[in-house]
């Protein structure tokens, strides 16, 4: 299976600073179809995981323009320009890499 | 809008087997597939594989293969996941998830599922 390595696994940060949450996959997740299939979610503290971005660095319709992705082949990068207390959770990247199975990194803890 | 309502938290002997339930509302329930993604205290999150709803066919991580079924149900827009030979290890928070093509989007609420002698 194509293993997520998330660094770090914890991470406080203050109000209105940024924060960067990087993912390195085992093997290259370019897609025969020309799409990287890199995605990023939050666990809210009690509530299910929910889908943030989709091919590395697009925005699901309604997540705030403070977060973005960015990478390619094996190295990405979950950011967050300006931390709100909103933000709390665990931030996990998954891949769903073809016919492989999918994988989830460990998860990054985020904290104010 | 678009839901997924799961069924609610079990209790289970070791060896025994659970069914968890996730109907399906406000989109074409034959339309995507489900996948099924399950959480352990305090642990992260492990994708067990998936039903392509619309056709039936699976596919199953190698881990759950031999101990779990995906099923679905079109005329209750309901997708099961069935796990067999339950262990003390299967205590987790089970969720599914619709998958679109940007990813898995929504989840369900999950589904605690406790293996205790």
């Known amino acids: 299976d194509i293993g997520l390595t998330q660094t770090p696994l914890s991470l406080s940060v203050t109000p209105g600073q940024p924060a960067s949450i990087s993912c390195k996959s085992s093997e290259s997740l370019l897609n025969s179809d020309g799409k990287t299939h890199l995605y990023w979610y939050v666990q809210k503290p009690g509530q299910s995981p929910q889908l943030l971005i989709y091919q590395v660095s697009r925005r699901l319709s309604g997540v705030s323009e403070r977060f973005s992705g960015s990478g390619s082949g094996t190295d990405f990068t979950l950011t967050i320009s300006r931390v709100e207390a909103e933000d709390v959770g665990v931030y996990y990247c998954m891949q769903g890499f073809q016919e492989t199975p999918w994988t989830f990194g460990q998860g990054t803890k985020v904290d104010i | 809008q678009v839901q997924l309502v799961q069924s609610g938290a079990e209790v289970k002997r070791p060896g025994a087997s659970v069914r968890v339930s996730c109907k399906a509302s406000?989109?074409?329930?034959?339309?995507?597939?489900i996948h099924w993604v399950r959480q352990a205290p305090g642990q992260g999150l492990e994708w067990m594989g998936w039903i392509n709803i619309g056709k039936g066919n699976t596919k199953y991580s190698q881990k759950f293969q031999d101990r779990v079924t995906f099923t679905r149900d079109i005329s209750a827009t309901t997708a099961y996941l069935d796990v067999r030979s339950l262990r003390f290890e299967d205590t987790a928070v089970y969720y599914c998830?619709?998958?679109?093509?940007?990813?898995?989007?929504?989840w369900g609420q999950g589904t605690l599922v406790t293996v205790s002698s």
């Open positions: 406000g989109y074409d329930f034959t339309d995507f597939g």
């Open positions: 998830a619709r998958r679109i093509l940007a990813g898995l989007t929504p």
